[in-house]
């Protein structure tokens, strides 16, 4: 491969991309394995490097989704961007990872998930704890309206529709349900 036709393909997926400088370098070294080729290369390049305002693009879009700061220094540093960078980025959005609006959506919508799939209260916030957990405020807010023995009633005749009365319970149990609660629910529904 030539100096230039790896300056293009450098070109193209960095455009494309937006890697990082040691993940393009990575990606060009798998495409021509001399070194100093791509050091060449990546030294032609180095005027189209905006590493700072892609990290900045990416924690923006990653806020949006409802990331937390830990989640975001995760993805970034699997595409190899610089600690430092990305330290300093996420610094500067360090107010906005300590308001519990930020994640109001996504936790509301994770506990009507939860409550669908037939979560207990205990598995919610269990999984809510490990991904939130500065947010345990709003988490208990959005949960105080979650009863387990409702959700059982809720759920269990549409499963006894479709499974024997031991899968349930043992669908039930995963959920995190307690046994008397389920033995209470199936009592009621077989009188």
Request: hydrophobic share 30%; charged share 30%.
């Amino acid at each position: 491969m030539s100096l230039l036709s790896l300056q293009r393909y450098g070109e193209w997926y960095y455009t494309r991309y937006f890697p990082s400088k040691s993940f393009l370098r990575e990606k060009m070294m798998r495409k021509c394995p001399d070194s100093e080729m791509v050091g060449q290369a990546m030294e032609a390049l180095s005027s189209l490097f905006i590493e700072k305002n892609i990290i900045e693009s990416r924690v923006h879009e990653y806020i949006s989704q409802g990331k937390t700061a830990y989640h975001i220094r995760q993805k970034l540093r699997q595409k190899k961007f610089e600690t430092l960078l990305v330290e300093e980025v996420i610094g500067g959005y360090a107010d906005i990872f300590r308001d519990d609006e930020t994640y109001r959506k996504v936790i509301e919508d994770f506990c009507h998930k939860a409550r669908r799939k037939g979560f207990s209260r205990k598995k919610t916030l269990y999984e809510l704890g490990f991904k939130y957990p500065d947010s345990e405020k709003l988490i208990g807010e959005t949960l105080r309206d979650y009863n387990d023995y409702t959700i059982l009633q809720e759920s269990i005749p549409s499963l006894l529709r479709t499974r024997a009365p031991e899968k349930v319970i043992q669908k039930c149990l995963q959920g995190w349900f307690t046994v008397s609660d389920i033995q209470k629910v199936l009592k009621e529904l077989q009188s």
